[in-house]
């Protein structure tokens, strides 16, 4: 009798650590990530700390970019035809999304504007482009008040936030926040110390990482955004370990079955 007791108690033994070491394996796969807090580096007790920014360069226009140009007066019907809707600052959720409005670059760097003609705007910022194409105008309309801007300043966010898609920016002075604010920030599962930048840079692509958990990504030239980039969150390892919940409740089960062979051997053995 006693030698039966202590093989059943070696079995029970082996049933507890085989749920154990299961148990132990789905908690860590369902477990919270710790790095979730931008700016872990400023402490919960500073009350002000200044990090110098990075500087700001202003966007130049190139071939392909699209330019929303807008010509005012006193008499809005004689500029109609110049004027094209305004895009606002929207979502390009899918390929077959309606095209934008504006002026189209040529290769060779020009817009054609109805009865104004031919405007060279490469290399130039929109500001230049608008005082440019405001002389102009003032050979046809008394006063005009003009204003161009990128029509397709977009964005691309990707990975582990709440909204990925394409992002039309409302403006062109867009930080690495303001992209990921419009996405709807990161989701629990994103790797905020590993955020990767793909910017496209002479017929090249470039890649940048950001670590959110730190201050001093105020400081990056890469801080601010240029028309076309992309933005990858990375998933962490929670993400990983859960995107498969068909295999946790594979296991899940299998744990249950096993368990219950086991009683059952035991039971019958003795």
Known sequence: MIGERSMEQRT??????????????????????????????????IKQKEIQQAAYYTPVIQPDDILQVTVQTLDPAATAMLNQPVPQGSTVATPTAAPTSGYLVDKDGYVI?????????????????????????????????????????KVTVLGEVAKPSTYVMPNEKVTLLDAIGMAGDLTIYGKRENVLLIREKNGAKEFVRFNLNESNLFTSPYYYLRQGDVIY?????????????????RISIMTSILSLLIVAASRISF
């Open 12 to 45: 029970y033994t082996r049933l507890k650590g085989i749920i154990g070491i299961v148990m132990i394996w789905l908690l860590a796969a369902c477990s919270a990530p710790k790095n979730i807090t931008y700016f872990r580096d400023v402490p919960d007790t």
């Open 113 to 153: 504007l109805p009865l104004i003609g031919k405007v060279q705007v490469k290399g130039k910022t929109t500001d230049a482009v608008r005082d440019e194409i405001q002389t102009k105008a003032a050979a046809f309309y008394k006063d005009p008040v003009v204003n161009v801007r990128f029509a397709n300043f």
């Open 233 to 249: 969150v990375e998933p962490n390892k929670s993400k990983v370990a859960s995107t498969d919940m068909a295999q946790v409740k």
